[in-house]
């Protein structure tokens, strides 16, 4: 139970932008979205990471979920690209601009044990509570805002 590491398959578009698949992973009865804790900064996130270039998309979204957040899922939805919006003083050639492609996700099973367990702490969250503690991560907010939850 390993988490892919590196960013040699990581895939880049003609511009550059490193391309990032990710999840708003839903519960059934679509109230509440799960909320991942980030590891670079302080916060939550949504379940992403980069699409690499041995997988689809909706595969790399289901693979970030289960590494990020233990749990599996059915892709229901394309909530489409979203672009980056860090002002380029906060890019690097390290972290260069992300293009997010996000899908809405229904969780089918959460696990105890899951391959970031140690590094990152999962919880539910009604959409108030999501959208305030996404509120400075606009890219996110706004996959969040996309999707079809009770708001």
């Known amino acids: 139970m390993e988490s892919r590491t590196g960013r040699?398959?990581?895939?880049y578009n003609s511009k550059?932008?490193?391309l990032v698949a990710g999840v708003v992973p839903l519960t059934e009865d679509l109230n509440y979205v799960m909320l991942i804790q980030s590891t670079s900064r302080k916060g939550w996130v949504l379940p992403k990471g980069g699409w690499e270039t041995d997988e689809e998309c909706t595969e790399a979204a289901a693979r970030e979920a289960w590494e990020e957040a233990g749990i599996?899922?059915?892709?229901?939805?394309?909530?489409?690209?979203?672009a980056d919006s860090r002002p380029p003083k906060n890019t690097s050639q390290d972290a260069p601009k992300a293009l997010y492609q996000f899908y809405q996700a229904t969780v089918m099973s959460q696990y105890e044990e899951w391959p970031e367990k140690h590094?990152?702490?999962?919880?539910w969250f009604t959409y108030a509570q999501a959208r305030e503690a996404l509120a400075t991560r606009p890219e996110l907010l706004e996959a969040l805002n996309k999707c079809t939850m009770n708001k």
Do not use: A, H, M, P
């Open 8 to 11: 040699s398959k990581q895939r």
């Open 16 to 18: 550059g932008q490193r």
């Open 72 to 82: 599996t899922i059915n892709i229901d939805y394309d909530l489409g690209n979203i």
């Open 119 to 123: 590094k990152r702490v999962r919880e």
